[in-house]
């Protein structure tokens, strides 16, 4: 029998994913429509599975290297370089990890001390509160604001930083505001991070996923790169979120670190899933500007429509989610998504999952099909009518 006092206190305080909760409600009823995870509905393109399949029947299931196959880290760093001219050395500055999760678990655990601060924008994806406080550390919230675009703003960056501040963790394309930095924008934060010799970790797994301008990584700028750590992976862009393969790039005495909590912990990322990735970074380009341009469709058909039904929404300029504001309604953002759940059989994902900067919206994912986005909004219309709004 376990006891209270028997658990970990850091994890006993942390609360369940919002995400998987309502998922996980949404799978156990009939007839209900989800909007609420990020997994695009492609299935992966065949000649990348054919990839992991010829692995298979040529017995290529054995442990790789710690931190993947070297063929695997040249053609991520190549990629790197052709699409988003930053460059790294696969051999020193590279890791494959378990999909970009584990990337974050180990990074964190490899920087932060106890009572280290790691400045988080929010609202923000669901994990990284709770690894940060799950590696020792003390979450500082940057609040990102609809007026402003959901981007990081430097004076608020600046004023919360103390001698305690390790890092700040960077996702743009952003989950689940759909926000993006640009050029622009990161050279009006690169001097503060110079400055305070702050770790840049920066989540691109949305890289492929932006609309009317290409992504810029923070990577780009040389004066911090010996301070930034790059999160990616195969998951989003190339629609292989169960194959999990995820990278980190970043100078090589930090690589070397996170190496040795990965080796303890996982061994090798799966060895099939590392030859399909292969094949993804070499020759996927193709598939991944297809993908874009339905995304790009879905995405300006849910924001035209919402506006039109009075949730009025951002056009988000990277990822598959849109935030609409619901503050109008008189509802809590769990107010909203419970009662609509139960009204009308449509499952979307309370803001306030993304810290209590996200009070007063919900995050609706379009990385499903037209005909699901079609019937959300029949749903969500009917659900404020019968609200009166």
């Known amino acids: 029998m376990i006891f209270d006092e028997d658990i970990n206190r850091i994890i006993k305080d942390i609360k369940p994913s919002g995400i998987r909760k309502f998922f996980d409600i949404a799978t156990s009823r009939k007839g209900v429509v989800s909007l609420g995870v990020g997994e695009p509905d492609f299935i992966t393109p065949w000649h990348i599975r054919e990839a992991a399949i010829y692995a298979i029947e040529n017995g290529k299931t054995f442990y790789t290297a710690n931190k993947g196959l070297p063929k695997l880290r040249k053609a991520i760093c190549d990629y790197y370089q052709r699409r988003f001219n930053a460059s790294f050395d696969p051999d020193n500055e590279c890791i494959v990890t378990v999909g970009g999760s584990e990337a974050i678990d180990i990074i964190l655990r490899t920087i932060i001390n106890d009572g280290d601060e790691v400045i988080l924008p929010s609202p923000s994806y669901v994990a990284y509160d709770a690894i940060i406080k799950m590696a020792g550390g003390k979450v500082v919230s940057l609040p990102l604001c ?71 990584t923070i990577a780009e700028f040389e004066e911090i790169k010996d301070h930034v750590i790059v999160i990616n992976g195969f998951s989003k862009a190339y629609s292989m979120t169960g194959y999990r393969i995820g990278y980190i790039l970043a100078p090589k005495e930090l690589i070397d670190m996170m190496n040795k909590v990965h080796q303890y912990c996982i061994m090798c990322a799966p060895t099939i899933s590392q030859f399909a990735a292969i094949e993804a970074a070499e020759n996927g380009d193709k598939d991944v500007e297809e993908m874009n341009i339905s995304f790009r469709q879905r995405r300006n058909y849910i924001v035209k429509e919402l506006n039109r039904i009075g949730l009025k929404t951002n056009l988000p300029e990277g990822a598959f989610y849109v935030f609409p504001y619901i503050g109008n309604t008189g509802l809590s953002s769990l107010e909203f998504c419970n009662q609509l759940l139960d009204a009308e059989n449509l499952a979307l994902v309370p803001g306030d999952a993304f810290g209590i900067e996200g009070e007063g919206y919900v995050r609706i994912s379009y990385a499903y099909s037209l005909d699901e986005i079609k019937e959300a909004i029949r749903r969500l219309e009917s659900f404020l009518a019968k609200l009166g709004k």
């Open 146 to 216: 609809k007026e402003d675009e959901f981007k990081v703003k430097p004076e608020i960056l600046e004023s919360l930083i103390t001698p305690k501040t390790k890092a700040i963790i960077l996702n743009y394309p952003a989950n689940p505001t759909g926000g993006i930095m640009s050029h622009e924008d990161y050279e009006r934060i690169v001097p503060i991070l110079s400055k305070h010799r702050i770790y840049a970790i920066t989540d691109e797994i949305y890289a492929e996923l932006t609309y009317g301008r290409k992504h810029c």
